[in-house]
């Protein structure tokens, strides 16, 4: 789409370029905020939030803040494999420049 709406279907190896970088540049800076934990920041505010609205099943489901940070931290995810797609992709998208 971004292909379309900025190039007109203009076939160039800049154009590809340009249309496969600018899309994973936006998705590298996500992956790498995603495997270094940035979201842990808002864990406070989401057990408030559950506090504060369900508190019955809140406490059926944790009996303070403690359990609940142990229970995020179980549920962790990898998103290496993200990282590296997009790496990936920034070099085929230099690669399009030379």
Request: net charge positive.
């Amino acid at each position: 789409m971004m292909f379309y709406l900025l190039y007109k279907f203009q076939y160039t190896s800049m154009n590809l370029s340009n249309s496969i970088f600018v899309p994973n540049m936006i998705i590298f800076i996500i992956s790498i905020g995603l495997n270094i934990g940035a979201g842990n920041i808002f864990t406070p505010v989401n057990y408030t939030v559950l506090k504060f609205f369900n508190r019955k099943k809140a406490k059926e489901l944790y009996e303070d803040y403690a359990d609940y940070v142990d229970q995020k931290k179980k549920e962790v995810k990898n998103y290496w494999f993200l990282t590296l797609a997009t790496i990936t992709l920034l070099i085929v998208a230099y690669v399009l420049t030379i």
